[in-house]
């Protein structure tokens, strides 16, 4: 019975059928929002040597949950949610990064410490492989969280794992992002709004697009120089070429897949570098290599980021002073109206569970 699924990690203390905490559990294997319910599940106890405890207190949806939750492959009882942020309540023996009462946000490939990729599946990553962070409390070798940004809530925390590193890698470790570039992001989503953030924040030059008008309101009072309304202007790569003089923008954040990367590859200079995050607008299509070729850009993929690369973000973001750009908070157990909200693509930035 789902009422006592024992989420049991490893080297944890027994669970016990008397210490209950809160999650939410996919009910039936295959998935659906329908199937996302809030029950009780067993506290996960101590955390045993190289472990910490913490007490999650939200988190944040990505596409990625989305696609999870809905995934045909979904296992009965599992635990969506690769985001989490939350406290410290209590390390085991030989850890001596973290203290009870710290923050912390977790990692999304909690394996890769630092140095190139390496792995190119989900099956280490909470809420997808493993059992995620759509719970109360969790307990987990310490290796598994960073410290969260002095002075972060735990919403905005949460928003780092996984759309805030993913702009931090694409634009810093992977583009090189100097002051005076010319960035292109693509829509209102997470990873762009974070994208136009840094890029702003490092002196950059930026240009957004969105098919709302209301939306590109609120992007020019976030600061951005250029917008473009891809429903009005759909050749909008050419757009981008006249908004820079001819020369085509540095850095491109393409979350939209096969639907955008022709436009994208027409909007980047020659020599500029594409970061391919996305597949909001098609994950199958054709790729205009001769015009890649043309423009000897750089089109690279990327999934999230080290952690190494989340302590620098974080240090980066104590440094600067840049606070996530929230729409909405949920309570836990609105789980599935949240996901509503975020298909609708109504929001402006993140989407949160606050708990």
Not at 67 to 87: C, F, Q, W, Y
Not at 88 to 114: I, L, N, Q, R, Y
Not at 308 to 330: M, S, Y
């Amino acid at each position: 019975m789902l009422m006592l699924l024992c989420v049991k990690l490893r080297g944890s203390a027994p669970c016990s059928p008397f210490e209950f905490m809160k999650g939410i559990v996919l009910r039936l294997a295959g998935g659906g929002l329908d199937q996302l319910t809030l029950v009780d599940m067993p506290d996960p106890g101590t955390p045993a040597r190289g472990e910490i405890r913490v007490r999650i207190h939200a988190s944040s949806l990505n596409f990625h949950d989305y696609l999870v939750v809905n995934g045909k492959h979904t296992r009965e009882g599992h635990i969506p949610m690769s985001d989490g942020a939350g406290v410290v309540e209590a390390v085991g023996d030989g850890v001596t990064e973290f203290k009870a009462g710290d923050h912390v946000v977790s990692c999304f490939f909690p394996a890769w410490e630092d140095g190139p990729p390496r792995t190119g599946d989900f099956s280490t990553v909470p809420g997808d492989g493993v059992a995620g962070y759509a719970r109360e409390a969790v307990v987990r070798p310490a290796s598994c969280f960073t410290h969260a940004p002095r002075g972060y809530g735990h919403t905005e925390a949460a928003t780092l794992t996984t759309a805030g590193l993913t702009a931090w890698r694409a634009l810093v470790v992977d583009g090189g992002l100097k002051p005076g570039d010319d960035v292109l992001v693509l829509g209102t989503g997470g990873v762009s709004i974070f994208a136009l953030q840094i890029a702003k924040r490092m002196g950059a030059t930026v240009i957004a697009t969105s098919s709302s008008e209301k939306k590109i309101d609120r992007l020019k009072a976030l600061g951005v120089d250029h917008t473009i309304n891809y429903r009005k202007e759909e050749n909008w790569g050419a757009r981008v070429r006249e908004l820079t003089s001819g020369k085509g923008a540095d850095h491109v954040i393409e979350v939209g897949g096969a639907g955008t990367l022709g436009q994208s590859i027409s909007a980047v200079r020659v020599g500029g570098h594409i970061a391919l995050i996305g597949v909001l607008a098609g994950n199958v299509g054709e790729i205009p290599t001769g015009a890649l070729l043309s423009k000897q850009a750089n089109l690279k993929s990327l999934l999230v980021g080290s952690r190494q690369h989340q302590k620098e973000f974080v240090r980066a973001l104590e440094v600067t002073g840049l606070r996530p750009v929230i729409d909405k908070e949920f309570a836990l157990a609105d789980i599935a109206d949240a996901f509503k909200y975020e298909k609708s693509g109504a929001h402006f930035g993140k989407i949160c569970l606050k708990f």
